[in-house]
């Protein structure tokens, strides 16, 4: 099978996109990474993305007088490029629906929190305001409600007690390089797809045995946050 022609598109650092890159390029992946799309034309990312010798676009707001005409320029960018998939790594501006609709279940996106909660900007901080001991990312798919659509995998980690927004988005993100890759390959293998409001998954082993696994933020029996005991749930 002919690995899914993949364009990335990012406004800013592109760590994730990096990360992608870096999985694509592994001999027989199922994506390919054909551009990287930027709305900023500083984008760090580009750089990186030019320097691996992938093809860039920048397609800026402001050179378009309205977002659905933006949205226009970017969907023909990625007819250009011959994409079949769109993976948004960072790419903070809304969609709009008509773009959607036109790419819907080939669009997926990573957000820093375990969807549903924490939608939107900040989700660090909303989670260190909510409290929660258990904190993550989620890979996506795109629907026109923002960070609203089916789930295709999440990771999690424990949220300390001395966490700050940096140290907590740091361990986030770790692990969203970690997650992204695998999630793009489950699509574009076509062993997930979005299926109206769900994914749909196709031809997952499951072993019941490790079904009683948990990761626990603390540790109920010590009282312990134990940032390590991740490996356990990590291969
Ligand atoms: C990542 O943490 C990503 O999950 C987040 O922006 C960061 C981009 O970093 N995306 C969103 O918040 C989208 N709602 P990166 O440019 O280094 O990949």
Redesign the pocket.
């Known amino acids: 099978m002919q690995p899914k022609r993949t364009v990335i598109m990012?406004s800013?650092?592109?760590?994730?996109?990096a990360a992608l890159v870096e999985a694509a390029a592994e001999h027989g992946h199922p994506a390919k990474i054909v551009g990287v799309l930027s709305d900023k034309a500083e984008a760090p990312?580009l750089d990186y993305a030019a320097r691996a010798g992938i093809a860039t676009r920048v397609v800026a707001r402001a050179d378009y007088a309205s977002a659905d005409l933006h949205d226009g320029a970017i969907d023909e960018a990625l007819e250009e490029l011959g994409a079949e998939l769109v993976c948004l790594?960072?790419y903070?501006r809304k969609l709009s629906p008509g773009f959607v609709r036109k790419w819907l279940g080939r669009v997926i996106?990573?957000?820093?929190s375990l969807l549903p909660l924490f939608r939107g900007l900040n989700?660090h901080r909303q989670a260190l305001e909510a409290g929660v001991r258990i904190h993550g990312?989620t890979v996506h798919f795109v629907t026109p409600a923002i960070?609203a659509g089916p789930i295709i995998a999440q990771a999690a980690v424990p949220v300390l007690p001395d966490d700050s927004e940096e140290t907590l988005a740091a361990r986030v993100?770790a692990m969203?390089h970690k997650l992204y890759p695998r999630a793009l390959r489950l699509v574009a293998e076509g062993k997930v797809q979005m299926q109206g409001e769900r994914t749909a998954f196709q031809g997952f082993r499951v072993l019941r045995e490790s079904s009683d696994r948990a990761l626990f933020a603390p540790e109920p029996d010590t009282g312990v946050v134990d940032v390590e005991s991740l490996a356990r749930f990590t291969p």
Do not use: K, Q, T, Y
């Open positions: 990012i800013g650092r592109g760590s994730n996109m990312g790594a960072g903070m996106n990573i957000h820093p989700s990312c960070d993100l969203e």
